[in-house]
Structures are given as C-alpha cells and as structure tokens.
C-alpha cells in the first residue's frame, strides 16, 4: 500500500482528501505545520509527499529545499490557481510537478498515480538498466542516476534525469511537448500547462551550453524540444 503524506494546513481539506483517497488503497498521513512536514516527509516512510505552499512554521518553499537536500521521495506542490511564480519556484527547487487549488479530487489522484508510476518505473531502471548513455560532453549513468558534464556532476531532480535520458536517447531528432509530458510527467498536456517548459528551462541551466556556445536544447516552436547532436 502506497504511503502518501499531505503537508497542508487546511485541516477540512486534509480531512476531505483523506476520506476520498483511502478507499482507493492509499495510507494517509497529513501535518498541518511545515517544520512538522519537513522532518516527516525525511522519514522515508512515505511513496510520495502532497504539499501546500502556505504552511505555518515553515512555507512550503523551505519544506521542499529541506527535503531535497536529503531525499528523492517525489513532491506534488499544492500553489494557487493562476500563481505562475509559485509554479516557477516549486519546480526550480525540485518538485515533481504542481497542481493548482482548488482542484478536483480525480485530477489529484490521477497525478498522484502518475507520479507513482515513474517512480517505480525509475526504480527498476536503475536496477535492470546499468550502463551509460552519452552525448558529448554529458553522461548519464543509468544504473546510480547520476549526471556528468564533462567529468563534472550536476544535481539534478529525477524528473530532469528522465526528461534529459528521453532528450539524449532521441539526439537529432524533435520530441514533442505531448511526448515529453506522456513519457516523463505520465499524463497529457493541458493547453495552459508549462510543467515541461519549466523542467526544460531548469536542465538548460544547469547544463549550460555546449562546446563553441551552442544551445544543448532547442526549442521547436509549437512542437518541442531538440537535444542538439554533435
């Protein structure tokens, strides 16, 4: 049974969501303060964290930098509907994805699932997939997930590992947005969903550009992304 931990201070909410997702077969746990939730989620108790931005003892920001700085146990952050710089920020930290409030209970558990799904995707992978896979001047070990650019290794999120193994296998060739987002984030695109353009964004920046300043990932307007061979 998958462990979910909600992080948020709406007691009523905690409460509602609660009641909707047990019978499903998820154990939940909620905390309503964010120094409580940090110190829970770092457990390793949990399948996967639900967590709010506005929380009392710490906001939600500082609860996913204390996680990420010890864990990779997946975060689905709660922002405000229309509140792109929540969205921004959670994802840069590490989230694995967002979902806007108010939201309808279906569409929780369906990321809830989604994101579940990649994770024990990825862990098999990194049991049954040893071995490299290299473009240039960046490799990525399969089997301990780890990124090296030019002998250096660069942190990043297991969302931007996955986004940038399905980026490297298909080097030259275009990979949509509706691809990317089926593939990595595990459900489709909305027509107001910028969940990949900000993950791309973050791996831009942490992988800088290649040799003789080329940009390593190009943008396809209106299609997707390109991960540039040599």
């Given amino acids: 049974m998958d462990q979910i931990l909600i992080i948020d201070d ?24 964010g120094d409580q939730g940090a110190e829970a989620a770092l457990s390793g108790n949990f399948s996967i964290v639900v967590l709010d931005v506005m929380l009392p003892g710490l906001n939600g920001f ?17 922002t405000a509907r229309g509140d ?11 989230a ?31 049991h049954n997939q040893p071995g490299t896979l290299a473009a240039g001047d960046v490799e990525l070990d399969l089997g301990t997930r780890v990124v090296r650019r030019g002998g250096q290794v660069v942190e990043l999120t297991a969302v931007e590992f996955d986004l940038l193994e399905k980026l ?19 459900r489709s695109t909305s027509p107001f969903d910028r969940s990949i353009d900000m993950h791309i ?6 992988l800088g550009h290649q040799l003789g300043d080329v940009e390593r990932i190009k943008t396809v307007r209106g299609v997707g992304y390109i991960y540039a061979a040599n």
């Fill in 84 to 94: 792109d710089v929540d969205r921004i920020v959670g994802l840069e930290i590490g």
């Fill in 168 to 186: 490297l296998r298909a080097a030259g060739r275009i990979i949509t947005r509706e691809e990317l987002s089926k593939e990595v984030l595990g």
């Fill in 201 to 206: 964004s973050n791996l831009r920046k942490k």
């Fill in 10 to 33: 709406d007691v009523a909410l905690c409460e509602l969501v609660t009641e909707y997702l047990e019978p499903l077969g998820f154990e939940i746990q909620a905390v309503n303060r």
């Fill in 96 to 126: 694995d994805d967002y979902l806007p409030k108010p939201f309808n209970p279906r569409e929780l558990v369906a990321r809830i699932r989604a994101i579940l799904r990649r994770s024990q995707m990825d862990d098999a992978r990194e």
């Fill in 62 to 78: 500082e609860v996913l930098r204390r996680i990420r700085a010890e864990s990779k146990v997946p975060v689905l952050m709660l």
